[in-house]
């Protein structure tokens, strides 16, 4: 699929009315209530009404178009999407760009994975409008709870952009330790949150584990045995990144905590989550 079949004409009706909506990876009962919600760029508070029965229908039509062997990829589409924020001057971020930046080589292979939305988003749009940032933001939350993962509550409302965003944004796989907590930073995340996020790399097939169980099976492989990024460690497993990171003793830390407390990786992942989807985002006003 290449980005030219998406109509970018259709962008301002995909733009969803209701931007206090949530969607929760799990079923609830039709309920509305007001919340406050902390969004974290542009960093203020916004009062919203929440119909979950209402924002259910998201969720529900992805899950129905989803299954553990395309998780990986719909939780890679998500990252794609919202990685190319960058803090400093406020450009990227969770936009659903991504549909026009498929022919980049860091995106290679995504387009199996739009295409799944798109299904889904034609089944959506019978009922009501969606942003395509919406919907890659939710599907990468069902993906991580499709496999075990914590249930992760997405916030509704996002416009999508209009053209795509820079390039050379994406953090490189190549990257050493330092370069990756730079590259972090100037994401507006912490090393706790880049090891935490790395932790996705958990489902799919790069030798974590099981590629459809989301577990904290990644950090106790990196800590089996003393590997290093120039080599040692099996072209199987990983990416140069992952290998980067036990050789920083910050990193290294967070590892160790998350190898041990699953559920501790559970909690820092869905915070780290919600954030990464709501970085560049820009909301539709009540």
């Not at 969607?23 to 929440?50: E, N």
């Not at 958990?202 to 590997?227: H, M, Q, R």
């Not at 140069?240 to 041990?260: G, Q, T």
Request: contains cysteine; charged residues 25%; positive net charge.
């Amino acid at each position: 699929m290449q980005a030219a079949q998406v109509d970018p004409r259709g962008n301002e009706r995909e733009r969803l009315p209701h931007m206090g909506k949530i969607v929760a990876s799990s079923g609830r009962r039709r309920l509305i209530l007001t919340v406050v919600i902390p969004i974290m760029f542009p960093q203020h508070h916004i009062a919203k009404a929440v119909d979950v029965g209402e924002a259910s229908i998201l969720q529900n039509v992805v899950k129905n178009f989803m299954s553990k062997a395309k998780a990986a990829g719909l939780l890679r589409l998500a990252f794609h999407d919202a990685g190319t924020f960058d803090l400093d001057d406020k450009s990227g971020g969770m936009n659903g760009s991504i549909v026009y930046e498929l022919d980049r080589p860091e995106n290679a292979g995504l387009n199996k994975s739009l295409k799944v939305l798109e299904k889904a988003k034609m089944e959506i749009e019978k009922i009501q409008q969606v942003s395509w940032a919406d919907l890659i933001a939710v599907a990468g939350a069902e993906a991580v709870s499709l496999c075990g993962g914590p249930v992760i509550p997405v916030q509704l409302g996002r416009l999508d952009a209009r053209t795509p965003d820079p390039q050379g944004k994406l953090p490189q796989e190549t990257l050493d330790a330092s370069g990756l907590k730079k590259c972090f930073l100037k994401k507006g995340f912490s090393t706790q949150e880049l090891v935490a996020l790395s932790g996705a790399h958990t489902i799919g097939n790069k030798g974590f584990g099981s590629p459809v169980v989301f577990d904290n099976a990644y950090f106790n492989i990196l800590l089996e045995k003393t590997w290093t990024s120039s080599g040692g460690m099996s072209s199987m497993i990983g990416l140069p990144s992952d290998r980067a990171l036990v050789e920083d003793k910050e990193c290294l830390r967070w590892i160790k905590i998350y190898a041990s407390d699953q559920a501790k990786f559970f909690d820092d992942f869905r915070n780290a989550y919600i954030k990464l989807v709501n970085s560049g985002a820009s909301w539709r006003s009540v």
